[in-house]
C-alpha cells in the first residue's frame, strides 16, 4: 500500500563475533595443506593471524577434507603440541582440532583451552572422560560418516531438523559424560557429508540451531561449495574470499557467535561491520 512501510524484526546478535584462525599442521588440507607443516612457520602463521584479528587459533595436525587419510596419534602429537607450545602467549585462546583423547590431552597440558572435535565425541571412547575432567571448551561438530565418505552423495529427509536432532542428542550425551553444558559449543558442519544445497539450507535457517542454546561456530572458509556458486563457476580455493565473507555475515546476523576462517583479516572486518549495523546502537 502506498504510504505504509513494512516493520522488520529486531536483529539480536547476542555476544561480539569470535573469528577463530585456522592452523593447519598438515601435508594434505584442502586449503593450504604443506604450506604450514614446518613447526615454525605454523607458530609465524598463528602470530600472524592474532595480528589481524583472530581470537581463537585452532592448530589441527590431522585433515578433515573429503577424502583424508586418518593420521596415526604419534604423528598427531609430533605435529601439533609443539606448536601449541610455540602459540601460547600469543594473543589468543588456543584450540586443538582433533578425535583423539590422547592429543587432547596433551594439548591442554601445552596450553590449549578448547578442543574441537568434528566427530562430536564419537570416535574415541576416552575422549568425553578427558574433556570432563579439564578445565576446557569443547566444540561438537556434525559430520555425516567420516572425512573418506562423507562427501558420498549425501542425503537428508530435512537436513536442518537432523542436524538439529544430532547436535541436541550429542550435546545431552556430553553433558552426561560429565561436561559442563556452558562449556559446550555447536557446529553444523558445513560441507562435511552435505551438499551445496545442503549448505545453503543450513546457513538459511541456522536460527534453528541457535535455538539449541549454545554458541554456534559456523566454518565456510574457503570451502567447494563457495566456489560453484561464484561467477566464473568454479572460483578456486585462494579466491573463495568474497563468498566466505558473505556466508560469515550472513550467519552472524542469524546468531552465529564464533567463525572459523583462513582469512582472518578481510573477515574480522567484515563481521565487526556487521555487528555495529546489527546492533540498535551501533556499537562494535
Known amino acids: 500500500m502506498e504510504g505504509s512501510c513494512a516493520i522488520l524484526p529486531m536483529v539480536v546478535v547476542p555476544l561480539s563475533p569470535v573469528v577463530m584462525g585456522v592452523v593447519n ?29 583472530a581470537g581463537i587459533l585452532d592448530v589441527g595436525g590431522e585433515s578433515t577434507r573429503p577424502g ?4 596415526g596419534e604419534a604423528e598427531e602429537l609430533r605435529r601439533v603440541v609443539p606448536v601449541l607450545e610455540g602459540l601460547a ?4 585462546r588456543l ?19 578448547i578442543v574441537n ?11 568425553a572422560g578427558v574433556l570432563a575432567g579439564a578445565d576446557c571448551d569443547v566444540c561438537l561438530m556434525h559430520m555425516l560418516g567420516e572425512p573418506r565418505t562423507m562427501q558420498d552423495a549425501p542425503r537428508y529427509d530435512d537436513v536442518v531438523d537432523e542436524v538439529k536432532a544430532f547436535l541436541a542428542e550429542r550435546l545431552a550425551f556430553a553433558v552426561g559424560a560429565g561436561i559442563a553444558e556452558e562449556r559446550v559449543w555447536l557446529d553444523p558442519g558445513i560441507g562435511f557429508g552435505k551438499t551445496a544445497a545442503h549448505n545453503l539450507e543450513l546457513l538459511r535457517r541456522l536460527g534453528e540451531l541457535v535455538a539449541l542454546g549454545r554458541p554456534l561456530v ?27 565473507i558473505a556466508t560469515n555475515v550472513l550467519a552472524l546476523e542469524r546468531g552465529a557467535t564464533i567463525f572459523r576462517v583462513h582469512d582472518v583479516a578481510a573477515v574480522h572486518d567484515a563481521l565487526a561491520v556487521a555487528a555495529a549495523t546489527l546492533r540498535p546502537d551501533g556499537a562494535g
Open 218 to 244: 559456523v566454518g565456510t572458509s574457503r570451502k567447494s561449495f563457495l566456489g560453484l556458486l561464484s561467477r566464473p563457476a568454479g572460483r578456486e580455493v585462494g579466491d573463495r574470499v568474497a563468498g566466505t
Open 117 to 127: 572435535d568434528v566427530s562430536a565425541l564419537r570416535l574415541d571412547p576416552e575422549l
Open 25 to 53: 599442521v598438515t601435508p594434505d588440507s584442502f586449503s593450504d595443506g604443506g604450506r604450514y607443516l614446518r613447526h615454525a612457520d605454523a607458530i609465524a602463521h598463528g602470530r600472524s593471524l592474532v595480528a589481524q584479528g
Open 95 to 113: 584450540s586443538v582440532d582433533t578425535t583423539k583423547a590422547a592429543v587432547a590431552r596433551a594439548a591442554l597440558e601445552a596450553g590449549a583451552g
Open 68 to 71: 583424508a587419510e586418518p593420521v
Open 89 to 92: 602467549g600469543a594473543g589468543a
